[in-house]
Nanobody, 120 residues
Framework: QVQLAESGGGLVQPGGSLRLSCEAS????????MSWVRQVPGKGFEWVSV????????NYADSVKGRFTISRDNAKNTLYLQMNNLRPQDTARYYC?????????????WGKGTLITVSS
């Protein structure tokens, strides 16, 4: 029973900050790379960031690089996304996703997502 539960979404002003959390259960969290993926309302999905099992490697989409930071706490089975200098264009539903063993940038389990609205 793999479960991923995002939290921390809400309304924030442009230039503000927000931290998302994703609590994982039902699997060995420390054995999987994890990603954040977002969906703009009415549009498609965009991969945001990835982190490897230990947290020693991270990567980001160009649209968020320098503003967002992905991290994880394997002892707490939790994934994080620190979002700084938020822009209206960041408004989206943000999903926590587990990377599949089949290939990188392929995800087999997703959370329900948490909505971020960046507006004044």
């Amino acid at each position: 029973q793999v479960q991923l539960a995002e939290s921390g979404g809400g309304l924030v002003q442009p230039g503000g900050s927000l931290r998302l959390s994703c609590e994982a259960s039902g699997f060995t969290f420390s054995s999987y790379s994890m990603s954040w993926v977002r969906q703009v309302p009415g549009k498609g999905f965009e991969w945001v960031s990835v982190i490897n099992t230990s947290g020693s490697f991270t990567n980001y989409a160009d649209s968020v690089k320098g503003r967002f930071t992905i991290s994880r706490d394997n002892a707490k089975n939790t994934l994080y996304l620190q979002m700084n200098n938020l822009r209206p264009q960041d408004t989206a539903r943000y999903y926590c996703a587990r990377e599949s063993s089949e290939a990188i940038y392929l995800w087999d389990y997703w959370g329900k997502g948490t909505l971020i609205t960046v507006s004044s």
